[in-house]
């Protein structure tokens, strides 16, 4: 049985932007009415995290032992969990669990859950994220196996435009070409979208309604998932302590 209370670990800065993102939507889907209610959060912005993107393609240097560090430094202060509000990054996922005993939570198993609870039944989903995310195949793959089929935008370059413009905080300049993104997809025959790279929902609220509508957002379903599973642990060490 667990012997602390349950304690999130955010191992952020890819990017710090969207570090923030989650953060806001942790607090925004606690219901909290009170700062007591609120999750005590432990975050490491490890920015200095080398490129994912260039990695996986074989560009640069790998970021897994800067995860690494900051997922020990995260150990070292107690936390149980650990959430990576970075869609590219897991594509390390099973060599960072692998060592750690702190459970980590996937953001693409998290998006999965969202796009089964509000989409069930469709059949094509588009796919917006990093050329990593695409190369990597770890949307893919999870899509296929559920019978769906996956399109991308054509111009994966342009999507990377889109990644680094709002990185760079000039997100007014970002925003229409996401739109148009969303819509082509759309128009394509994708019945959802998933935002795969945690800068993008950064521009969701500011989408019109109806692309708002098709969206789903992966930084979102990963901060449901933390949620989710501190509640669970939250039981067990209950539970543990009435034994």
């Known amino acids: 049985m667990p012997t602390a209370l349950p304690l999130l670990g955010v191992l952020g800065g890819m990017g710090p932007a969207a ?82 005993g702190v459970r980590l939570i996937h953001i693409v198993e998290a998006t999965m859950q969202d796009l089964d609870l509000r989409f069930d039944a469709v059949a094509t989903v588009g796919l917006i994220a990093t050329t990593g995310v695409v190369r990597s195949g770890i949307y893919h793959q999870r ?49 959802a979208v998933i935002l795969g790279c945690t800068e993008l929902p950064l521009c969701l609220s500011h989408l019109p309604a109806a692309l708002q509508a098709l969206c789903v957002d992966a930084t979102e379903a990963l901060a449901r998932a933390s949620l989710q599973a501190l509640a669970e642990s939250d039981a067990a060490f209950a539970e543990g302590v009435g034994a």
């Open 19 to 100: 570090t923030l993102d989650f953060l806001a939507k942790l607090q925004d889907l606690s219901n909290a009415l009170r700062d007591q209610d609120h999750r005590p959060v432990v975050t490491f912005s490890a920015s200095a995290t080398p490129d994912r993107t260039a990695a996986i393609l074989g560009r640069g240097e790998s970021p897994l032992p800067a995860m690494q560090a900051a997922l020990m430094a995260l150990e070292r202060a107690g936390v149980s969990h650990v959430a990576i509000p970075c869609n590219t990054a897991h594509y390390w996922f099973d060599d960072l669990q692998a060592g750690t």
């Open 143 to 191: 899509l296929e196996v559920s019978g769906r089929r996956v399109l991308t935008p054509p111009d994966q370059a342009a999507v990377m435009g889109v990644i680094d413009t709002i990185k760079s905080g000039r997100m007014a300049e970002a925003l229409p070409r996401l739109a148009q993104q969303v819509r082509d997809l759309r128009d394509a025959g994708a019945e």
